[in-house]
């Protein structure tokens, strides 16, 4: 028996993790993983542990997909700052913080999921591995792939910017431009997987990229003392990351690690591709495929997601929303905070301070509020950000 087991997060089948879990075979669905090991009791003293510990995500350990003595297919992801910006801050009257992930070992956030992901389905026995990837998980995968010692294949839309595929060559993998968008690198990327027995890690079909993204929540939790925010603002693609900061709310207040996950959680999406903005505001709880999506955010140009039910409800539990920015606001606002508080962020990073002006300017923000935003990616992550 492993110290976890899989809940699905629509038809709440539980199972026992049979090798490269994938999607729920009851329903199909997305599922989540749940730990049997710690208890409610044990979860303060958790702390204590935890804070001995060095290093990045994996000091994490008990609320994750490890088994017990095993190493993790580890680049030293995580462990990355929750920096104050206190004159972006002072301008909107919030305690404004942003967790910057541009420091892991390939620049962005995907890689604690990667990480997480790749660890588990080598010890499963994968020989090969597939990813549709809107770019930068395809070099997450490069990477992490690389130091498991086995090969890659990922699909990328052919026009997301060249240093991805040059650094996904780097690693060795095998990068296939696809003319279309995620949605059809995903498609492309299943086929293969049929093909070639390939294990196919997009995102939401296996349940441990979640578990990595995870860690992001419980660093906030941890840098602000297990006090929970009063708000996240997340840009949202596939989501993983959003649902993964619901989800270490949730086992953080279960665990008693926090009073209550009084946080609510705010999805941001470009203007130009918008589809878990147009359900939540619709009052839906899935969302529709977006047609014609365009956004220089390519980390956000995601028209259709598997975890848009898990997205929705983590948006609802949790009292907060979704909010829509222009690609002009996201490109302002990365460049504000890079001469305001010095922070060099990505558009995605952008967003999200785009976003906490709007809903500070609409009410959802109340004034002094504690208000953490994302940098998901980093500046030198191929130029991206062109001002
Ligand atoms: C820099 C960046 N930010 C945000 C996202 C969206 O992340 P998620 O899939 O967790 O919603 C991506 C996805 O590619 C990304 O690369
Ligand atoms: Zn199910």
């Known amino acids: 028996m492993t110290s976890f087991y899989l809940e699905c997060g629509a038809c709440g089948s539980m199972t026992d993790p049979i090798p490269l879990a994938a999607l729920c075979t009851a329903c199909g669905s997305p599922q989540l993983v749940c730990y049997r090991t710690v208890s409610a009791g044990s979860g303060p003293a958790l702390r204590d542990t935890w804070a001995t510990r060095q290093g990045g995500m994996w000091r994490y350990r008990?609320?994750?997909?490890?088994?017990?003595g095993e190493a993790p297919v580890s680049l030293g992801e995580g462990g990355?700052?929750?920096?104050p910006l206190p004159r972006m801050g002072e301008a909107l009257d919030l305690k404004l913080l942003m967790k910057d992930e541009g420091g892991n070992p390939?620049?962005?956030?995907?890689?604690?999921?990667?990480?997480?992901?790749?660890?588990?389905?080598?010890?499963?026995?994968?020989?090969?591995?597939?990813?549709?990837?809107?770019?930068?998980?395809?070099?997450?995968?490069?990477?992490?792939?690389?130091?498991?010692?086995?090969?890659?294949?990922?699909f990328i839309p052919v026009d997301t910017p060249k240093a991805v595929f040059d650094r996904c060559a780097a690693y060795q993998a095998d990068v296939v431009p696809v003319d279309g968008l995620i949605s059809d690198c995903g498609?492309?990327?299943?086929?293969?997987?049929?093909?070639?027995?390939?294990?196919?890690?997009?995102?939401?079909?296996?349940?441990?990229?979640?578990?990595?993204k995870k860690t992001m929540g419980l660093e906030i939790l941890e840098a602000l003392d297990w006090r929970a925010p009063d708000a996240v603002i997340y840009p949202a693609g596939g989501g993983t990351g959003l649902i993964g900061t619901w989800k270490a709310l949730r086992e953080a207040a279960a665990l008693r690690l926090i009073d209550?996950?009084?946080t609510r959680l705010y999805a941001v999406q470009a203007a130009g591709c918008a589809p878990i903005v147009r359900?939540?505001?619709?009052?839906?709880?899935?969302?529709?495929t977006w047609v014609d999506a365009r956004t220089a955010a390519w980390g956000l140009r995601v028209p259709s997601a598997r975890g848009d039910g898990l997205m929705l409800r983590a948006l609802r539990e949790s009292g907060g929303g979704a909010i829509s920015v222009e690609d002009s606001e996201m490109r302002a606002e990365a460049r504000r905070v890079a001469c305001t508080d010095g922070l060099a962020a990505g558009i995605e990073g952008g967003a999200t301070l785009a976003a906490a002006a709007r809903?500070?300017?609409?009410?959802d923000l109340a004034a002094g509020e504690t208000v953490i935003v994302f940098n998901t990616g980093n500046l030198g992550n191929y130029g991206r950000y062109t001002g």
């Open 106 to 154: 390939t620049g962005s956030f995907k890689d604690r999921g990667l990480s997480a992901a790749v660890t588990r389905a080598v010890h499963d026995g994968a020989q090969r591995f597939v990813l549709p990837s809107a770019g930068n998980a395809g070099v997450a995968l490069a990477a992490y792939a690389a130091r498991a010692g086995v090969p890659a294949t990922i």
């Open 279 to 288: 359900a939540w505001e619709a009052g839906h709880d899935a969302a529709q």
């Open 62 to 68: 008990e609320l994750l997909p490890l088994l017990p």
């Open 260 to 262: 209550r996950p009084v």
């Open 187 to 212: 498609t492309r990327a299943a086929a293969h997987a049929a093909e070639t027995g390939a294990f196919d890690l997009a995102t939401l079909r296996e349940p441990y990229r979640i578990e990595g």
């Open 359 to 363: 809903l500070r300017e609409r009410g």
């Open 80 to 83: 990355t700052p929750l920096v």
